[in-house]
């Protein structure tokens, strides 16, 4: 089984957002999969996925702290036309990246008990973010 489908996710503030279950819901195919993988690709520049703890929001918090203290607003960037939010997403996005490969099992996704599916917003307004699911199995 192949299956692909694009994922909108509403506008989300700056930061660190749990969405393992809007991809869950987003993809019905998931529950037919005994075994196989499921790929997430972010189509922007200035936001990113991770995995991480799922469970105490401070984590989302230090996530955040670090990644901007990592990265901060006030280097001498040259492309600034965006705003001064926007090279520094580019950067945070590079060093973290925008895609995931996921492992399915017995219809659901295999993720540890702690782990959950970030979209990382680096941008004050990011807007609507696009994710591009791709699941293959059977």
Request: hydrophobic share 40%; net charge negative.
């Amino acid at each position: 089984m192949w299956r692909q489908r694009e994922i909108v996710l509403p506008p989300y503030s700056r930061g660190y957002h749990l969405i393992t279950a809007q991809v869950v819901e987003s993809l019905p195919e998931l529950q037919e999969c005994r075994v196989g993988l499921l790929h997430l690709f972010l189509q922007h520049t200035s936001a990113s996925l991770t995995i991480n703890e799922n469970a105490d929001p401070d984590v989302r918090v230090d996530m955040e702290s670090l990644i901007n203290a990592m990265v901060p607003e006030s280097f001498p960037y040259v492309h600034t036309i965006e705003g001064p939010d926007d090279m520094p997403a580019h950067m945070k996005a590079s060093l973290m990246g925008c895609s995931l490969v996921l492992p399915v099992g017995s219809g659901q996704l295999r993720l540890g008990t702690w782990q959950g599916i970030y979209l990382c917003e680096h941008r004050n307004r990011g807007g609507r973010r696009r994710l591009v699911a791709t699941l293959q199995g059977e």
